[in-house]
């Protein structure tokens, strides 16, 4: 019995996803404690702004990781080609073959010579906006020079980060999903030990940001050796080769630039908010907000994890256009995605200062309670217009490429004139009222169009559907 428990948690991309985030929340509790008990406001500031710098870094790959997962999804599912656009999607029938295994190398072909590039447009990105970005607290530190150490193997890791993107994608994008998990679980669980083990020995940033940069080229080396051996498992070998496969090029260039600068606008009006509150001159007041939105944040990436894990199956049903599958799989998951996101919002707000008094971070707390419920409001927001976008993602159209790159556009103008002016309540008022204007609405409509789903039949099944499906899980679990 044991054995089969087992077996059924280690073969399962859900739960190992679950066991994946609680030893991410476990790194939250201990680790972050560690840092907010040891690192004074500005080191504080300047440890989430790497973080945050690492994603802009990324931004050079604007999404294409996304539409390779997608392809690679689409290919899996024996779909002889790509569709360039929605009118494309609608006319290519259904597809439910065995894997096209030459369609997949040939992505991956076609996709290693823009990496390459892609890897040097990275570092060019943070070593010149980046260093502009973070000069208000290279200058609050006295040109720290473990601060500049930190930042060159920041730049490395994000470097290495992008070129495992491409093969990632080809792992989950091909089913592979609980061996990842597992993979990630082990790293996370070792990240915890190993960054108490230099925390408690007051080894700084720069030491944090080494050990990270050796765990990504872990990752790496992982990942790539993996999907070569999942090809050969089925007598597929890779070569070195660097051609471009010119249909696939265009199938994916006909997304990518799209949802590249969308990816461009979603960063500015989500993660620019944190770069543009670097200006702020109280470091105090600096170290608060970006403590807070983190943690909410980290709410948000556990609460979206039970539709996120099922993305590769959803565009397996999308390219298949199975519909009524779709709907019936995706809707409980929402549901379970927005009760943990209120859950975590509600306790953290009521608990938080509590937790920081508990843990001796005195100089630390939440922002204001006003603050604090306009950067939940976005966060709920955006946790379900990311669902919907994604999905929508599969037409490999983006008709919301031009709301997102305006809305990105005038967070950066409003937001720079705003925070002298209005504080910190001004500068998450205007991220929230640009979004509300259009980004949070648009994607959930058009991926409702997509699938057929009225508003009214959507909003039942997910508000009294979704509880009514767990609820018959776990009472079929306890009689087992």
């Known amino acids: 019995m044991f054995r089969k428990v087992f077996n059924t948690i280690y073969n399962s991309p859900t739960l190992m996803n679950w066991i994946n985030q609680f030893s991410v929340f476990f790194h939250g509790i201990f680790v972050t404690s560690l840092i907010l008990i040891k690192f004074p406001?500005?080191?504080?500031?300047?440890?989430?702004?790497?973080?945050?710098?690492?994603?802009?870094?990324?931004?050079?790959?604007?999404?294409?990781?996304?539409?390779?997962?997608?392809?690679?999804?689409?290919?899996?599912?024996?779909?002889?080609?790509?569709?360039?656009?929605?009118r494309e999607y609608h006319e290519i029938r259904p597809e439910s073959g065995n894997p096209n295994f030459e369609g997949l190398k040939e992505l991956l072909y076609t996709t290693k010579f823009v990496y390459a590039v892609l890897s040097l447009v990275t570092m060019l990105i943070l070593s010149s906006a980046g260093i502009a970005i973070l000069w208000n607290l290279f200058k609050q530190s006295h040109q720290n020079m473990e601060f500049w150490a930190a930042y060159l193997f920041m730049i490395l890791q994000a470097s290495v980060s992008l070129q495992t993107i491409k093969w990632r994608s080809l792992?989950?994008?091909?089913?592979?999903?609980?061996?990842l998990y597992r993979f990630n679980t082990l790293l996370g669980v070792i990240r915890i030990f190993g960054f108490l083990v230099l925390l408690m020995n007051n080894l700084g940033i720069v030491y944090l940001m080494a050990y990270s940069f050796i765990e990504q080229v872990v990752t790496y080396i992982y990942i790539r050796k993996f999907v070569t051996k999942w090809f050969a498992r089925f007598d597929v070998h890779l070569s070195n080769s660097y051609r471009i496969n010119k249909a696939i090029f265009n199938s994916l260039w006909s997304v990518s630039w799209k949802s590249g600068l969308n990816t461009w606008g979603y960063f500015f009006t989500s993660k620019g908010i944190e770069m543009i509150?670097?200006?702020?001159?109280?470091?105090?007041?600096?170290?608060?907000?970006?403590?807070?939105?983190?943690?909410?944040?980290?709410?948000?990436?556990?609460?979206?994890?039970?539709?996120?894990?099922?993305?590769?199956?959803?565009?397996?049903?999308?390219?298949?256009?199975?519909?009524?599958?779709?709907?019936?799989?995706?809707?409980?998951?929402?549901?379970?995605?927005?009760?943990?996101?209120?859950?975590?919002?509600?306790?953290?707000?009521?608990?938080?200062?509590?937790?920081?008094?508990?843990?001796?971070?005195?100089?630390?707390?939440?922002?204001?309670?006003?603050?604090?419920?306009i950067i939940s409001c976005f966060l709920i927001f955006e946790l379900n217009s990311l669902f919907h976008g994604t999905f929508y993602l599969t037409t490999n159209d983006v008709p919301f490429l031009i709301p997102g790159?305006?809305?990105?556009?005038?967070?950066?103008?409003?937001?720079?004139?705003?925070?002298?002016?209005?504080?910190l309540l001004g500068l998450v008022s205007v991220q929230l009222s640009l979004n509300l204007a259009c980004n949070f609405w648009y994607s959930t409509y058009l991926s409702l169009k997509l699938l057929k789903w009225p508003l009214k039949s959507y909003i039942y099944d997910v508000v009294v559907g979704g509880p009514k499906y767990w609820t018959r899980r776990i009472v079929n679990m306890t009689k087992h």
Do not use: C
């Open 41 to 86: 406001n500005i080191e504080y500031s300047f440890w989430m702004l790497l973080k945050t710098l690492t994603y802009f870094g990324l931004l050079a790959e604007s999404g294409l990781g996304y539409t390779i997962e997608r392809a690679a999804s689409t290919f899996y599912a024996g779909a002889s080609r790509i569709p360039a656009n929605a």
């Open 405 to 423: 790159m305006i809305t990105g556009i005038l967070m950066v103008i409003i937001g720079m004139w705003a925070l002298p002016r209005y504080g």
């Open 171 to 179: 792992m989950t994008g091909t089913q592979n999903l609980s061996q």
């Open 277 to 373: 509150a670097s200006q702020i001159k109280d470091s105090a007041l600096m170290a608060s907000y970006l403590f807070t939105n983190s943690i909410i944040g980290f709410i948000k990436n556990i609460a979206q994890s039970p539709v996120s894990v099922r993305y590769p199956y959803f565009y397996k049903l999308l390219a298949k256009k199975d519909f009524v599958q779709m709907k019936t799989e995706s809707a409980p998951r929402i549901f379970l995605a927005n009760f943990l996101m209120f859950s975590g919002v509600i306790g953290f707000g009521l608990l938080g200062n509590w937790f920081l008094d508990f843990i001796h971070a005195e100089d630390k707390s939440l922002v204001p309670m006003s603050i604090y419920a």
